[in-house]
Nanobody
Framework: QVQLVESGGGLVQAGGSLRLSCVGSGRVFSGSNMGWFRQPPGKEREFVAAISWFGGTTYYVDSVKGRFTITRNNAMNTVFLAMNNLEPEDTAVYYC????????????????WGQGTQVTVSS
């Protein structure tokens, strides 16, 4: 069964940092570009960042560029999102998923979502 398990969220003050992790089952992860998405309260889910299978290509939406870093460890079937200089606008539930591209408008290839991890940034 396809599984995605996100962790690492929490409550942090503005300017703080968090590192999110997502472990995917082999079927989801192997050979796939991976992405992070987020759903702010009362809003639709949005794409945040993506990384290619070998990690050589990354993409970030403008609102997180320079603050977030996406990496992966293929041996551990894990993708990470290091978030620095967090802002209240980053408050959201964060999800990972295999994506169809490492560029703007990336979409969840698998149509399956994990439970997500809550990130709350206080001002």
């Amino acid at each position: 069964q396809v599984q995605l398990v996100e962790s690492g969220g929490g409550l942090v003050q503005a300017g703080g940092s968090l590192r999110l992790s997502c472990v995917g089952s082999g079927r989801v992860f192997s050979g796939s570009n991976m992405g992070w998405f987020r759903q702010p309260p009362g809003k639709e889910r949005e794409f945040v960042a993506a990384i290619s299978w070998f990690g050589g290509t990354t993409y970030y939406v403008d609102s997180v560029k320079g603050r977030f870093t996406i990496t992966r460890n293929n041996a551990m079937n894990t993708v990470f999102l290091a978030m620095n200089n967090l802002e209240p606008e980053d408050t959201a539930v964060y999800y990972c998923a295999p994506v169809d591209r490492v560029s703007s408008g990336a979409r969840n290839l698998g149509k399956i979502w994990g439970q997500g991890t809550q990130v709350t940034v206080s001002s």
